[in-house]
């Protein structure tokens, strides 16, 4: 398993994508999966930046695995900030407008649908966010 660790900031999505998309070359993924997987990358990591603690106040740390035939990748980010599951909050109902629709939600609801596995954990003190997807 691969490890990076960085400040959560959002100054640091450039290093966290370029991480993700060096082992995402090395187990084999098409542009399309890396594409679809930067997007989830995307969306979680900001999220921790802007939530997960008050400014430049603490780390990120982003685990990447890549196992079995065909390649089966797990992504994990693991913070210490406030306890929050993103997973609990209520689906965005999609059928309104945009104008009638509640901001916020769009983003965990692409995660959810464009990756295989999203599972949340609140474990000695860290949350624990994993994305997994299949290569094939």
């Known amino acids: 398993m691969k490890k990076l660790t960085v400040n959560a900031s959002t100054d640091n999505l450039p290093k ?3 991480f993700i998309d060096t082992e995402l070359e090395t187990a084999g993924a098409s542009m399309k999966m890396i594409f679809q997987i930067d997007l989830a990358v995307e969306e979680i990591y900001v999220n921790i930046a802007h939530y997960a ?10 685990q990447f695995d890549s196992y079995g035939d065909p390649p089966l990748v797990e992504i994990q980010f693991i913070d210490q900030g406030n306890p929050f599951n993103p997973l609990d909050n209520p ?3 999609i059928t309104l407008t945009a104008e009638e629709r ?8 692409m995660v959810k649908k464009s990756m295989d596995e999203v599972d949340y954990r609140f474990e000695k003190n860290k949350n624990i966010l994993t994305i997994k997807k299949s290569l094939s």
């Open 16 to 18: 966290v994508l370029e």
């Open 53 to 62: 603690y008050t400014p430049d106040d603490g780390n990120v740390i982003i």
């Open 91 to 93: 689906e965005p109902d």
């Open 102 to 109: 509640e901001i916020g939600g769009l983003g965990v609801l």
